[in-house]
């Protein structure tokens, strides 16, 4: 496969995906998929940065379908995605964390795409009143209904391993894209004078090995005893290169996975004895996630099995999270 990448440092998502027109399955529809979220995110990124001068900080008073406040900024990304996904022939339906139902597009045009979209629109969005990043999360899938007919839910209740691509974005220090397709798992920095998304990260491979552990101890009597024993074995021991190990959590899911891609580690969101299920959603957060996480060379599970197996049974369906470096994911689970 010819990589555009190699010949010239600067290439752009548009260049990028036109490299990967030639290799994959249904490449038109899935890269003006991956061009509609890049927009989304450009519009996101710039209502973040502009967020406290516009006093467009705090939630609206209203309770989402999780029993969560919702913030200001939770309407003005999912108002984007849906808009921008709408416009996209490719597009036949959305799922959102933070509407109830699934929403099919029943036009003429995108009744014909042969996919749908689930994600959470602003991941960790209670963190932009203290500045700590915040992100999004996308799963692309297959429909499996006739296509020329809307989508229903059975196109939204299926397992991850269906997923056709998958991606992040970070809003931060910078605004970086992270996605994932057949091909492997690439990274784009936005170039904020030029508007474009650039090749920052090609060819992202998660290191089997890493010293970081990421959880929340805030929860940790509520954590069943061999989760307490696994973390008492990262507390007091050292990485295979002799570095100890060292705890990290933001409190941002999209920070915290990504940092551990990126550096080699393990984020942990167990079940407790009061979310019995786990806390994270399946089909819109840990599904995503750990199809770019295993693109790269990692593990994802629930605890008990691949979380890209998993059929989900609701739209809004709970999971534990358990996911990272090959090596560590795998002494994890000798507990």
């Given at each position: 496969?010819?990589?555009?990448?190699?010949?010239?440092?600067?290439?752009?998502?548009?260049?990028?995906?036109?490299?990967?027109?030639?290799?994959?399955?249904?490449?038109?529809?899935?890269?003006?998929?991956?061009?509609?979220?890049?927009?989304?995110?450009?519009?996101?990124?710039?209502?973040?940065?502009?967020?406290?001068?516009?006093?467009?900080?705090?939630?609206?008073?209203?309770?989402?379908?999780?029993?969560?406040?919702?913030?200001?900024?939770?309407?003005?990304?999912?108002?984007?995605?849906?808009?921008?996904?709408?416009?996209?022939?490719?597009?036949?339906?959305?799922?959102?964390?933070?509407?109830?139902d699934f929403m099919a597009f029943d036009d003429a045009v995108n009744c014909k795409g042969k996919y749908v979209c689930m994600f959470d629109p602003l991941d960790?969005?209670?963190?932009?009143?203290?500045?700590?990043?915040?992100?999004?999360?996308?799963?692309?899938?297959?429909?499996?209904?006739?296509?020329?007919?809307?989508?229903?839910?059975?196109?939204?209740?299926?397992?991850?391993?269906?997923?056709?691509?998958?991606?992040?974005?970070?809003?931060?220090?910078?605004?970086?894209?992270?996605?994932?397709?057949?091909?492997?798992?690439?990274?784009?920095?936005?170039?904020?004078?030029?508007?474009?998304?650039?090749?920052?990260?090609?060819?992202?491979?998660?290191?089997?090995?890493?010293?970081?552990?990421?959880?929340?101890?805030?929860?940790?009597?509520?954590?069943?005893?061999?989760?307490?024993?696994?973390?008492?074995?990262?507390?007091?021991?050292?990485?295979?290169?002799?570095?100890?190990?060292?705890?990290?959590?933001?409190?941002?899911?999209?920070?915290?996975?990504?940092?551990?891609?990126m550096k080699g580690g393990i984020f942990m969101y167990p079940a407790t004895s009061s979310n019995k299920c786990g806390k994270l959603r399946l089909l819109y957060?840990?599904?995503?996630?750990?199809?770019?996480?295993?693109?790269?060379?990692?593990?994802?599970?629930?605890?008990?099995?691949?979380?890209?197996?998993?059929?989900?049974?609701?739209?809004?369906?709970?999971?534990?999270?358990?996911?990272?470096?090959?090596?560590?994911?795998?002494?994890?689970?000798?507990?």
């Amino acid at each position: 496969m010819k990589r555009i990448m190699l010949k010239n440092k600067k290439v752009t998502l548009n260049e990028f995906f036109q490299d990967e027109m030639e290799v994959l399955n249904d490449a038109g529809d899935i890269c003006g998929l991956l061009k509609s979220m890049g927009i989304a995110a450009k519009r996101i990124s710039e209502e973040i940065k502009k967020a406290s001068p516009e006093n467009i900080f705090g939630d609206t008073n209203a309770i989402n379908i999780h029993g969560e406040k919702v913030q200001k900024l939770d309407v003005f990304a999912n108002e984007q995605f849906t808009a921008i996904l709408k416009n996209c022939q490719g597009c036949a339906g959305i799922a959102s964390e933070e509407i109830v139902d699934f929403m099919a597009f029943d036009d003429a045009v995108n009744c014909k795409g042969k996919y749908v979209c689930m994600f959470d629109p602003l991941d960790g969005s209670s963190n932009i009143d203290v500045n700590v990043p915040v992100g999004s999360i996308f799963g692309i899938y297959r429909r499996v209904t006739e296509t020329g007919k809307p989508v229903g839910l059975k196109d939204f209740l299926s397992p991850g391993v269906r997923q056709a691509a998958a991606g992040y974005v970070i809003y931060g220090s910078s605004t970086l894209m992270i996605f994932a397709t057949s091909q492997g798992v690439n990274g784009f920095t936005l170039h904020s004078d030029v508007g474009d998304f650039y090749l920052s990260h090609p060819d992202i491979k998660c290191p089997q090995n890493g010293k970081i552990y990421s959880v929340n101890h805030g929860n940790y009597l509520h954590f069943n005893n061999t989760i307490k024993e696994y973390i008492k074995t990262c507390q007091a021991k050292s990485s295979p290169n002799g570095e100890a190990y060292t705890q990290r959590y933001t409190g941002s899911l999209v920070a915290d996975v990504h940092r551990n891609l990126m550096k080699g580690g393990i984020f942990m969101y167990p079940a407790t004895s009061s979310n019995k299920c786990g806390k994270l959603r399946l089909l819109y957060e840990s599904n995503p996630l750990a199809y770019i996480i295993e693109k790269a060379g990692g593990i994802a599970t629930d605890g008990h099995q691949r979380i890209l197996e998993k059929i989900p049974v609701q739209l809004h369906e709970r999971s534990p999270l358990f996911i990272g470096s090959k090596n560590m994911m795998e002494e994890l689970h000798q507990f």
